[in-house]
């Protein structure tokens, strides 16, 4: 075991910028922002971290909680010497995105939620479950279909991509034990959204309006209180199903914080 996230690190800025840091949903692992932090980093330097019990970061200690996963990548910046950084989350690394902001607002300069996991009760446990234990192909394929819109072609490197990080040692094992500390029988814990926002942090949240994951009504709240994008005709996943967005919001905070 070790107590380091593994991470992706890409730098090909020339000015002393804020870092950009990527944290993926639950299941995923930091190669998935390759694309995106590829993008980004000829803006500032960016860092896309395996979350606890994750990808190479499958051993970290107690892996699990968001809690536990905002504290690591805390420590991560703590050992990087990173005073203050964009922080970029999907689903499950968006709730972490705001535990971190809750833990240290100083320490964040933006935040592009994703999605967000705990910004309301309601989850769909029964197809998070089901992607915790999935291994074969097959199986991977037909959970895929539920976190995006009926437009979106899950190609064949995605699914094989998944089927590789599943076959690590421990990994599916990991993976239910994460689903079922995350959720209490069918909903997920609920983060306090007012202490969230009440640090005026500037944030974009994007979500769209077919998520089968977590509903968009769960951003009703966030309306007038956020840059707030609900995206038609997509599902839980923006970051592949309205990729063009996303770059946008993530390079105009670094734009405008520096």
């Known amino acids: 075991m070790t107590d380091r996230l593994h991470a992706n690190a890409i730098d090909n800025s020339r000015a002393d910028a804020t870092p950009v840091l990527f944290l993926h949903g639950f299941g995923g692992v930091g190669a998935q922002w390759w694309g995106l932090q590829t993008a980004v980093s000829f803006k ?3 860092i896309a971290f395996d979350l606890p019990g994750h990808g190479r970061s499958l051993g970290y200690p107690n892996a699990g909680p968001p809690k536990i996963a905002a504290r690591a990548v805390l420590a991560e910046m703590d050992a990087r010497d990173i005073s203050k950084a964009h922080l970029v989350g999907h689903s499950m690394g968006g709730a972490v995105s705001s535990l971190i902001a809750l833990m240290a607002p100083d320490r964040v300069a933006s935040m592009t939620l994703l999605a967000p ?4 009760t309601e989850v769909n446990h029964t197809v998070l479950h089901d992607w915790a234990a999935a291994k074969q192909a097959d199986e991977l394929r037909a959970v895929l279909g539920h976190f995006f819109g009926p437009n979106y072609d899950i190609n064949d490197k995605m699914v094989d991509f998944q089927v ?5 040692p421990g990994a599916v094992e990991k993976l239910t034990e994460i689903a079922q500390l995350l959720f209490d029988g069918d909903e997920q814990g609920k983060l306090p959204v007012d202490d969230v926002l009440a640090n005026a942090i500037p944030t974009s949240v994007v979500w769209g309006d077919l998520d089968a994951i977590v509903p968009v009504h769960q951003s009703d709240q966030l309306k ?8 038609n005709d997509i599902g839980h996943s923006p970051l592949e199903e ?4 996303v770059r946008e919001l ?3 905070y670094v734009a405008a914080q520096g």
């Open 250 to 252: 993530v390079l105009k």
């Open 117 to 120: 996991g705990g910004y309301g």
């Open 224 to 231: 007038g209180r956020v840059d707030l994008h609900v995206v």
């Open 242 to 245: 309205a990729p063009d967005l």
């Open 164 to 168: 590789e990080l599943r076959a690590a």
């Open 44 to 46: 500032a330097p960016t």
